[in-house]
């Protein structure tokens, strides 16, 4: 049994199978293996056209029941590079990577229980705007902050606790991350340390019937101080959202304020003091046209209102700003996608960084499995 099963996620695997295969089911445990293969072509602020990596990714998604409505889960996934890439300084990345992994217990009644790398709760609310088919995301503190946000506890956070559950229409999500040490390189090769204490969050949204969701959630992270982000050992978010969708149509719109959480600038490892962002979007369904086609437009915008001016707390006049217009096909387990964005970045002094500005052309292919 254990050869055949290891033959069959193999094959699977070489033979890139649709749609998230299960490779095997007995009624009381099962395996299925998902992810995708995605490649892009982007030309951005007047640079050169070049080919990256497209959010490739794999996941192992297990499950056993356990009895008395109970089962027992794990998921592993894994991001890869489906292309080298290099950081600014030559080296080469890391062609796999970590991007979840946890344990858990789930019962119909009672909720779902994870421990490990998980999707934030911040993400059941403020992922609604999060829905282009290349970039976006940029201005609800999902991926900024310490680490890209998993740090933070706001994207996919380290070593947390979850609670899930749905009572009618309103869902309630609540984390709880612990201790934890971390580092990152910023632009300039310069290693940030830092020392988690703590984390907590929380999401409530209720679904109506008519396909209206309304949605909220609050995150907050303290950290030991440091030399690094000093005057910013607690990190802050709270976001408001609400969303439309149907078979035919999508709208979405989220609005955060924020402190020591997002990076206006884009610039060395600072973090904004505090800062606010909206996200808007809109996307139709045109099977009349095509099947499987559709179009979408998006908005991002992040105002940092006071920023770390050579360690004091400075207002600021940082800004970012972006519009986009994007267009998607999906047939079967593929997805192609061509997306412009105009985007302005501004500095705490107000003017506009020229290499953070302008227009950004992009198409990418992606294979689901």
Request: hydrophobic content about 35%; charged content about 25%.
């Amino acid at each position: 049994m254990q050869k055949k099963l290891l033959a069959a996620v193999v094959a699977s695997l070489v033979a890139g199978q649709a749609m998230a295969l299960e490779v095997y089911n007995d009624d009381t445990t099962s395996l299925s293996i998902g992810g995708r293969i995605g490649v892009k072509a982007e030309k951005a602020y007047g640079s050169k056209v070049t080919g990256k990596n497209d959010s490739s990714r794999i996941n192992f998604k297990f499950a056993h029941k356990l009895g008395n409505g109970w089962t027992g889960h794990g998921v592993a996934e894994w991001g890869f590079r489906a292309k080298d890439e290099y950081n600014a300084l030559g080296g080469k990345e890391d062609t796999f990577f970590n991007r979840l992994g946890f344990v858990g217990l789930d019962h119909d009644t009672y909720g779902k229980i994870t421990a490990g790398k998980s999707w934030s709760v911040m993400q059941d609310v403020n992922g609604w705007t999060d829905s282009y088919a290349i970039g976006g995301g940029n201005a609800m503190g999902l991926y900024t902050g310490r680490v890209s946000g998993d740090v933070d506890g706001s994207a996919r956070a380290d070593d947390v606790l979850q609670y899930r559950n749905s009572f009618g229409g309103l869902n309630v999500g609540v984390q709880y991350q612990l201790r934890g040490d971390a580092s990152m390189k910023d632009v300039n090769d310069v290693t940030h340390k830092f020392t988690r204490k703590n984390g907590a969050g929380v999401s409530l949204s209720y679904d109506l019937p008519m396909g209206l969701s309304l949605g909220a959630t609050y995150a907050e992270t303290e950290y030991e101080k440091n030399t690094d982000y000093k005057g910013q050992d607690k990190s802050k978010a709270a976001t408001v959202g609400a969303k439309f969708e149907n078979e035919m149509l999508k709208l979405a719109a989220t609005y955060g304020k924020f402190e020591n959480k997002t990076n206006t600038t884009k610039i060395g490892g600072d973090l904004d003091r505090k800062s606010t962002g909206l996200e808007l979007f809109a996307q139709v369904n045109l099977p009349q046209v095509v099947d499987g086609f559709a179009l979408y437009t998006g908005y991002n915008q992040l105002e940092a209102d006071k920023q770390m001016v050579s360690g004091k707390e400075a207002n600021s006049k940082a800004e970012f700003k972006e519009v986009a217009v994007g267009a998607i096909y999906k047939t079967g387990p593929m997805q192609f996608a061509f997306e412009w964005s105009d985007g302005e970045r501004k500095g705490h002094d107000g003017k506009k960084i020229k290499n953070k500005s302008g227009n950004t052309y992009s198409v990418n292919a992606r294979y689901y499995f």
